[in-house]
């Protein structure tokens, strides 16, 4: 996979962006940085795109630019001139694939069924657009579509939203979510940028359900580990559960038997996208030690941060795994 599709894949939501004026691109592309979407697909729907596109590659170097609804290989040289890393059909376009790998352009045409796939597959492409998702039977149907075909991944796009995109992102097979309602031509043409900006945080918030998970604190040894757990036991009405590093009382507080990692201890953030929750943080400044990290069957499950705060060590950790 190249380095286009990993930085998609990272991000995992790319807002599909109707754009009537040039005038707008450097305030919308700024307003979903400040929400933490630093991706923008510009449609070839309207006259804007290709110098919007330029606009925003040339202004934004920290923003991810493709090209959306290209129709044509014309379209697709616009394009790709502008500073376009992607280019995006709504279906199979043979003459646009043709087009971007003549180019070793980064190229994700649309399919909705297990031939369209099939010729994504004869091309050497890893990744396609499903399209339209909702209305070609959703996450039922991609399941089953995408089963016979193991090395492909998919962004579904069409009728996705904030409340449905984490059926999608669930899978293995979707490499990210395409949608629209977090850049509405409304929202843009009616100079609404922090609403925007508030939306696009808002899904990029939902997709890692970031959250606490509970608190470790370190102490003297068993004996003092187990005398703090029945305590706090006894004072929440938790349950004990005994690890061989630790014990835990309840799920929310951990007593370590001696000295973890941390000065005083670890904090534990869960999220149900770890994975991305963890190149989020990268993202906003974060380090992460990630020669430590749990990897199981190459999925991440655990990473710390390289550095404490308050004298606690804080990590991530996969809250879809028990």
């Given at each position: 996979?190249?380095?286009?599709?990993?930085?998609?894949?990272?991000?995992?939501?790319?807002?599909?962006?109707?754009?009537?004026?040039?005038?707008?691109?450097?305030?919308?592309?700024?307003?979903?940085?400040?929400?933490?979407?630093?991706?923008?697909?510009?449609?070839?729907?309207?006259?804007?795109?290709?110098?919007?596109?330029?606009?925003?590659?040339?202004?934004?170097?920290?923003?991810?630019?493709?090209?959306?609804?290209?129709?044509?290989?014309?379209?697709?040289?616009?394009?790709?001139?502008?500073?376009?890393?992607?280019?995006?059909?709504?279906?199979?376009?043979?003459?646009?694939?043709?087009?971007?790998?003549?180019?070793?352009?980064?190229?994700?045409?649309?399919?909705?069924?297990?031939?369209?796939?099939?010729?994504?597959?004869?091309?050497?492409?890893?990744?396609?657009?499903?399209?339209?998702?909702?209305?070609?039977?959703?996450?039922?149907?991609?399941?089953?579509?995408?089963?016979?075909?193991?090395?492909?991944?998919?962004?579904?796009?069409?009728?996705?939203?904030?409340?449905?995109?984490?059926?999608?992102?669930?899978?293995?097979?979707?490499?990210?979510?395409?949608?629209?309602?977090?850049?509405?031509?409304?929202?843009?043409?009616?100079?609404?940028?922090?609403?925007?900006?508030?939306?696009?945080?808002?899904?990029?918030?939902?997709?890692?359900?970031?959250?606490?998970?509970?608190?470790?604190?370190?102490?003297?040894?068993?004996?003092?580990?187990?005398?703090?757990?029945?305590?706090?036991?006894?004072?929440?009405?938790?349950?004990?559960?005994?690890?061989?590093?630790?014990?835990?009382?309840?799920?929310?507080?951990?007593?370590?038997?001696?000295?973890?990692?941390?000065?005083?201890?670890?904090?534990?953030?869960?999220?149900?996208?770890?994975?991305?929750?963890?190149?989020?943080?990268?993202?906003?400044g974060f380090e992460l030690d990630e020669e430590n990290a749990i990897v199981v069957q190459g999925r991440l499950r655990a990473v710390y941060l390289r550095h404490e705060i308050a004298g606690f060590a804080v990590h991530l950790v996969d809250s879809t795994v028990s």
């Open positions: 996979m190249n380095e286009v599709l990993k930085k998609i894949d990272e991000i995992g939501i790319i807002p599909v962006v109707k754009i009537d004026s040039p005038e707008h691109a450097l305030t919308l592309g700024k307003a979903l940085l400040k929400g933490d979407l630093p991706i923008a697909e510009i449609t070839f729907r309207t006259d804007a795109a290709q110098e919007s596109i330029r606009i925003l590659s040339e202004e934004l170097p920290e923003l991810l630019v493709g090209a959306g609804t290209v129709l044509n290989p014309e379209q697709a040289e616009q394009a790709l001139k502008a500073g376009a890393s992607f280019v995006v059909s709504p279906g199979f376009n043979e003459p646009v694939v043709d087009y971007c790998l003549q180019r070793e352009a980064t190229v994700i045409p649309g399919v909705s069924g297990p031939t369209q796939v099939e010729q994504g597959l004869y091309k050497g492409l890893e990744v396609l657009k499903f399209f339209p998702a909702q209305a070609s039977g959703g996450v039922s149907f991609l399941k089953s579509m995408s089963s016979p075909y193991g090395e492909v991944k998919f962004i579904p796009t069409g009728g996705i939203n904030i409340d449905n995109m984490g059926e999608y992102l669930e899978m293995d097979k979707v490499l990210a979510v395409g949608g629209s309602w977090m850049v509405k031509s409304e929202l843009i043409s009616g100079d609404r940028f922090d609403e925007i900006s508030r939306q696009s945080r808002a899904a990029v918030m939902r997709m890692l359900d970031l959250s606490l998970a509970h608190v470790g604190m370190n102490t003297g040894g068993v004996d003092q580990a187990r005398g703090a757990a029945q305590l706090f036991s006894a004072l929440f009405f938790r349950p004990l559960r005994e690890t061989e590093r630790s014990i835990f009382a309840g799920d929310a507080l951990e007593l370590i038997k001696g000295t973890g990692r941390g000065e005083h201890g670890h904090i534990a953030i869960s999220s149900t996208n770890i994975r991305r929750a963890a190149a989020y943080l990268k993202r906003k």
